[in-house]
Every structure is written in structure tokens, then in C-alpha cells.
């Protein structure tokens, strides 16, 4: 069976800009987080969703957005982007407890 | 609020040696407990998590953990370190509140193995 798959693998984009990453959970998981990972930091939790309702919200601000498609996949979107938006984007799905992450996008803000 | 904490940001061993990588919780209720392997430039693969039942929790890859309530503890062992094992390691909690459900997780310890 399939992971957890995310795109793009790399992206660079320049201050101001605006970003969406993707991501598709493993088949019959029904929610989706998305992590932040700064370099040397544990990953931080963005959003949950399950059932394309929001479930939970980290401490992120409003330039952070996120939706989850009837095919339970989901977009996370962040606008005016910082140069302190440069980390590792995880995305997981969960069944039981338990989260099972995808490779990750790594995002570079120049 | 909730929180993990994991005692040291690097730790080096020679291979052969014991791994132990330390982790803390705060939290009133017990939560689920995780431990996480991160090779460079990739996700994170779960090693061995702790839900209910038995405390001492076996892994992939001879990794263990046990989780003891009364130190508020998870600390995650190997008894012989392989090469392989070189990687970052992080403890996470799983943290329920109102309807959601996230992992908290702690800085990391990035392990060595020398030769």
C-alpha cells in the first residue's frame, strides 16, 4: 500500500509570495495534519483535519490555511510568505491513534 | 500545557554500546507516547509508541521503551548501537482537546554512532 505522498519534494519561492503543498493520505484515513519542522526544531503542529472539517489549530498566523478534498487529500497554503516560513512542511494521516507522516516538502524562502 | 522534553540534543556511542536517548511528558493524564527516527532529508518513521497495557514497549529495529507514570518518563533504549542507527530521534505525545488530536513533540537528539 501506498504512504503518505506529498508535493512538491523541494520548492524555493522569494518573500511576499504565496505557496500550496500537497498532500495524499494513506487510503481510509480519513484525517490529515500538517507539521512544521524548522531545522533543528521538532516538527510544530499546523492544522488537523478530519472529514474536511477543521479539527484543531496550532499557533500560526492567519497567512496559514489549509483544506481537506472529499478524496480526503489536503492542501496547506501559506500567503506573504517569511523568510522564517523556510522548513520541512509534514503531512500525516492518522487512523488509531497513531500518525504516519509523508516525506515532507522542503520550502526555501529567499 | 502539555509538553515533551528530551534530555540532551546530541548523544554520541560507540557501536556496540547502549543507546539512551531520554524523554519527559507533562501532562496530568498520561498520554499516548511515540518515538519518532528522522534520516537526513526525510519524514519521520515511528519506532515504537505506548497507547495502554504493558509499559515496556518493543520497536522496530531493537529499539525499546518504558514508560513509567511515576517519573513521568519514556525513555527509549537499544542495547547494542548499529551504524545504521545514526539519526535523529524525537519523542512525541498525542495530545486530545476538543475534538483534535495532535502530536507534541520534543527538540530532538541527534545520535552518533562511532566505529
Known amino acids: 500500500d501506498a504512504g503518505v505522498t506529498q508535493s512538491p519534494t523541494h520548492l524555493i519561492k522569494t518573500r511576499g509570495q504565496h505557496v500550496t503543498l500537497r498532500c495524499s493520505p494513506i487510503s481510509g484515513h480519513k484525517s490529515v495534519s500538517w507539521y512544521q519542522q524548522v531545522l533543528g526544531q521538532g516538527p510544530q503542529f499546523i492544522f488537523q483535519y478530519y472529514e474536511k472539517e477543521e479539527r484543531g489549530r496550532g499557533n500560526f498566523p492567519d497567512r496559514f490555511s489549509a483544506r481537506q478534498f472529499p478524496n480526503y487529500s489536503s492542501e496547506l497554503n501559506v500567503n506573504a510568505l517569511l523568510l522564517g516560513d523556510s522548513a520541512l512542511y509534514l503531512c500525516?494521516?492518522?487512523?488509531?491513534?497513531?500518525?504516519?507522516f509523508g516525506p515532507g516538502t522542503r520550502l526555501t524562502v529567499t | 500545557a502539555q509538553s515533551v522534553t528530551q534530555l540532551g540534543s546530541h548523544v554520541s556511542v560507540s557501536e556496540g554500546a547502549l543507546v539512551l536517548l531520554r524523554c519527559n511528558y507533562s501532562s496530568s493524564v498520561p498520554p499516548y507516547l511515540f518515538w519518532y527516527v528522522q534520516y537526513p532529508n526525510q519524514g519521520l518513521q515511528l519506532l515504537l509508541k505506548y497507547t495502554t497495557g504493558a509499559t515496556l514497549v518493543k520497536g522496530i529495529n531493537g529499539f525499546e521503551a518504558e514508560f513509567k507514570k511515576s517519573e513521568t518518563s519514556f525513555h527509549l533504549t537499544k542495547p547494542s548501537a548499529h551504524m545504521s542507527d545514526a539519526a535523529e530521534y524525537f519523542c512525541a505525545a498525542n495530545i486530545n482537546q476538543g475534538g483534535s488530536e495532535k502530536l507534541v513533540f520534543g527538540k530532538g537528539t541527534k545520535l552518533t554512532v562511532n566505529p
Open positions: 500525516a494521516s492518522s487512523f488509531a491513534h497513531e500518525q504516519y
